[in-house]
């Protein structure tokens, strides 16, 4: 397995890999950049096929978080981890003890949070060996319900708002009711999206591995059942993957029905040129690092003791983040990807560039 030279390692500052016999954990996390504050990122767990196809996600992943968070103007850096099992058969309280004494071990550079396959409940157990861990802490929720400290209200709310601001861009609408829309993924966050998008009137067709979940929007939000091979490719207008990444790619993307693609999930494009492969049909694609930032936005309220109210408003800012993007790609003539890319790395520069003058601000002052 190569690091240095894998195509998706970008100068990333840490990577380790654990294992743990007694256990069975085998996990990898990756720390991409810290300049910004501590690498915040999700702790997945998933039947990867390889390590290879583990290795590749993490990098890209905590990558992600990086652009994520300078694009989202919090004070945070990029990491990721993941852990390669399946959840629903491999899960156990000593595999996450162990993975939490592996992360304290780290020194705090990273901070572990849920992601596909963790829950607060299985980061608290981390947490009994460790304090890097996030969105844990009991609290008022961006919905004024209590919560237990779950980035997913947040993540689902922000992708909602981020939706509406690429259906306002593109098909020229405020109002939701009878927008057509297909939902890859109906965990956590596709749920609640779709319970958002339901009481705003749109009709819903969903997907999801586990038979259960699809039930659930079914049942409760009057969705229609779709098949995996048909979820990204049905007649409506807008679909939103928010299950697993690199669903945008040579096979789906000729394929698409939807003007818009704004969805949850992380990495969605297979590859980066997949990014002018949307524009080049005409596709309104909303960057997924910038669109579902919702998440990581709460959990920094969290950790900086912010209100509810600060957190929500901060998520709202998503919508405004996105319409600019689309502007820039309008007028540049370039793709919603990279124009988010070139957005997060003059925000990221700009607080760079403010953090180094910092030190001859204060000799000048004093």
């Keep these: 397995m190569n690091v240095f030279s894998h195509p ?51 990098l890209r992943l905590s990558k992600g978080m990086t652009y994520k968070s300078a694009l989202a103007n919090l004070d945070l850096g990029g990491g990721k981890s993941v852990i390669i099992g399946d959840p629903r058969k491999h899960k156990t309280e000593a595999l996450l003890e162990a993975m939490g004494k592996h992360l304290d071990g780290l020194g705090g550079q990273y901070i572990a949070a849920e992601d596909s396959g963790t829950s607060v409940a299985d980061l608290k157990v981390m947490g009994r060996h460790t304090r890097h861990v996030a969105g844990i802490v009991e609290r008022t929720g961006i919905d004024g319900r209590p919560c237990n400290g779950d980035p997913s209200p947040a993540t ?10 690429a259906v306002k861009h593109k098909l020229g609408r405020d109002d939701l009711n009878g927008l057509k829309v297909a939902i890859q993924g109906i965990g956590n966050v596709g749920f609640r999206l779709a319970k958002h998008l339901a009481e705003a009137g749109a009709q819903l067709w969903v997907y999801d591995i586990h038979e259960d979940n699809m039930k659930r929007a079914v049942d409760e939000l009057g969705a229609k ?42 990495n969605l494009l297979e590859r980066p040129d997949h990014d002018q492969a949307l524009k080049d049909r005409g596709i309104l694609y909303a960057p997924d690092y910038a669109i579902n930032a919702g ?30 993007i689309f502007r820039r790609s309008d007028d540049s003539g ?33």
Excluded: Q, W
């Design 225 to 266: 059942p779709a098949a995996a091979e048909d979820i990204l490719t049905l007649p409506v207008d807008v679909i939103a993957p928010c299950a697993m990444g690199a669903v945008l790619n040579d096979n789906s993307i000729p394929e698409i029905k939807a003007s818009v693609i704004a969805g949850a999930a992380n």
């Design 156 to 165: 689902a709310y922000g992708t909602f708002i981020g939706l509406k601001a």
């Design 8 to 58: 998706e390692f970008d100068n990333h500052e840490h990577l380790s890999f654990f294992c743990d016999p007694e256990t069975g954990l085998k996990a990898i996390v990756a720390v991409h950049n810290t300049s910004r504050g501590p690498a915040l990122g999700g702790c997945r767990m998933f039947p990867y096929a390889s390590d290879e196809e583990a290795l590749r996600d993490v």
């Design 334 to 366: 370039r793709p919603t990807g990279a124009i988010a890319n070139e957005l997060a790395e003059e925000r990221f520069k700009k607080h760079v560039a403010r953090v180094s003058t910092l030190p001859e601000r204060l000799a000048r002052a004093g």
């Design 295 to 324: 998440g990581i936005i709460d959990v920094f309220y969290e950790r900086t003791f912010g209100s509810a109210e600060k957190s929500r408003a901060h998520v709202e800012t998503i919508g405004d983040t996105l319409a600019e």
